[in-house]
Antibody, heavy 120, light 107 residues
Framework: EVQLVESGGGLVKPGGSLKLSCAASGFTFSTYSMNWVRQAPGKGLEWVSSISSSSHYIYYADSVKGRFTISRDNAKNSLYLQMNSLRAEDTAVYYC?????????????WGQGTVVTVSS | DIQMTQSPSTLSASVGDRVTITCRASQSISTWLAWYQQKPGKAPKFLIYKASSLESGVPSRFSGSGSGTEFTLTINSLQPEDFATYYCQQCNSYPWTFGQGTKVEIK
């Protein structure tokens, strides 16, 4: 059974940092591209970042470019999101999500999400 | 960036109704469109990819159609468990973008 379990969320002050983790199991993690998608309270879904299976290709939303860094450790079946210079507008539930296949047609498995709150 | 616009934002329907949600892209995305269902407090669930391909395990009352810039998600014979918010997402080019969502409510 495919499982994605996020952790690392919490309350942080504006300008602070946080590192999210996503532990994957039930599939060959090293062969799938992965993503972070967030959802602000009461709002819709916003794609944040993607990383290819070998980390060769990395993409970011403009809203986080230069502040967030996506990475992965295939030996540990883990995905990460290092978030720096956090702002109030980064407050959201952060989901990790797997790309369905080699050609991206959507995200077929999602974690339960981890809550990030940026507030003084 | 490609903008995705869904309509309506909210839809009131009854069990057994046929409902249709529209998603429009600001430029052609061929059939690189996915649909998701989200219930309160839960992660999104993947329903449809490539505009019309049903993900394994998704009930056949869900269907998708369209290409280019206009797409639809149809739910035939709405069931109680289908009351949720639905999102489209374009997978044509980065940054991936989602529609703002359509909430399907009980009439």
């Amino acid at each position: 059974e495919v499982q994605l379990v996020e952790s690392g969320g919490g309350l942080v002050k504006p300008g602070g940092s946080l590192k999210l983790s996503c532990a994957a199991s039930g599939f060959t993690f090293s062969t799938y591209s992965m993503n972070w998608v967030r959802q602000a309270p009461g709002k819709g879904l916003e794609w944040v970042s993607s990383i290819s299976s070998s980390s060769h290709y990395i993409y970011y939303a403009d809203s986080v470019k230069g502040r967030f860094t996506i990475s992965r450790d295939n030996a540990k079946n883990s995905l990460y999101l290092q978030m720096n210079s956090l702002r109030a507008e980064d407050t959201a539930v952060y989901y990790c999500a797997r790309d369905r296949g080699a050609v991206v047609v959507g995200h077929d498995y999602w974690g339960q999400g981890t809550v990030v709150t940026v507030s003084s | 960036d490609i903008q995705m616009t869904q309509s309506p934002s909210t839809l009131s329907a009854s069990v057994g109704d046929r409902v249709t949600i529209t998603c429009r892209a600001s430029q052609s995305i061929s059939t690189w469109l996915a649909w998701y269902q989200q219930k309160p407090g839960k992660a999104p669930k993947f329903l449809i990819y490539k505009a019309s391909s049903l993900e394994s395990g998704v009930p056949s009352r869900f269907s998708g159609s369209g290409s280019g810039t206009e797409f639809t998600l149809t739910i035939n014979s709405l069931q109680p468990e289908d009351f949720a918010t639905y999102y489209c997402q374009q997978c044509n080019s980065y940054p991936w973008t989602f529609g703002q969502g359509t909430k399907v409510e009980i009439k």
